[in-house]
């Protein structure tokens, strides 16, 4: 599969971004430096996340998040293509555009949006889209109720403040459909768990998740 190759980010600065491409867990990509098959948390419990399988491209760290901090705060919308590429490829490597129905990006809620102007996850989500040929459902999932930002919250705090926050319209479009979720930074991996929740009761087969990075 070819992707346009017009980067806004130097080649020196995109050898630098660490690759999540170790040894990782199998259910939700924790980076394992021990090994295994499993993280602890999907070992202990493999009802944790109710997402069936999360990949991440990248590792949260260093010039990386600075990056992926600024395209999510300041405006920098054009990093999407280059993120996107990324993500593409580590869709692609994984075999999820084989068995993806539908894209569907994780919604911000309304104040958010309107301070923000954009959803990055959107934006993911369109360049996704086109490297891989699947149709973006944007009308899908929505978030009901307005939580506090997930990056001040304990990872207990994170799975609380998040819960029953979607709800899906239009269930009848994912219906036994797969769905590739598109989310900027995996966590706790809270937020992408929760939206699985919603997806799946609505009728949803199976939901895998893309994330520009797992800290």
Do not use: W
Not at 99 to 127: C, H, M, S, W
Not at 152 to 163: M, V
């Amino acid at each position: 599969m070819h992707f346009s190759s017009d980067s806004r980010i130097c080649e020196n600065c995109k050898k630098s971004f660490p690759k999540n491409s170790g040894l990782i867990c199998k259910k939700c990509g924790l980076p394992l430096p021990d090994g295994g098959e499993y993280c602890r948390i999907c070992r202990k419990n493999k009802g944790e996340y109710s997402f069936d399988i999360m990949r991440s491209a990248y590792i949260y760290k260093d010039a990386l998040r600075k990056l992926v901090l600024r395209f999510k705060y300041s405006n920098r919308m054009f990093l999407a293509k280059d993120f996107g590429r990324e993500m593409s490829k580590t869709v692609i490597e994984n075999g999820l555009h084989n068995t993806a129905d539908f894209i569907i990006p994780v919604p911000l809620n309304i104040i958010r949006r309107i301070k923000r102007g954009y959803n990055q996850a959107e934006l993911l989500a369109e360049e996704i889209s086109g490297n891989i040929k699947k149709p973006v459902l944007d009308d899908v999932l929505h978030r009901k109720k307005i939580t506090r930002p997930q990056f001040k919250l304990s990872k207990t705090e994170r799975a609380e403040n998040i819960k029953d926050s979607f709800l899906v319209k239009n269930a009848d479009l994912i219906k036994k459909k797969n769905i590739l979720l598109v989310d900027d930074i995996a966590t706790t991996s809270a937020t992408a768990s929760a939206c699985a929740l919603a997806l799946k009761s609505a009728g949803a087969s199976k939901v895998a998740v893309i994330t520009i990075a797992r800290d």
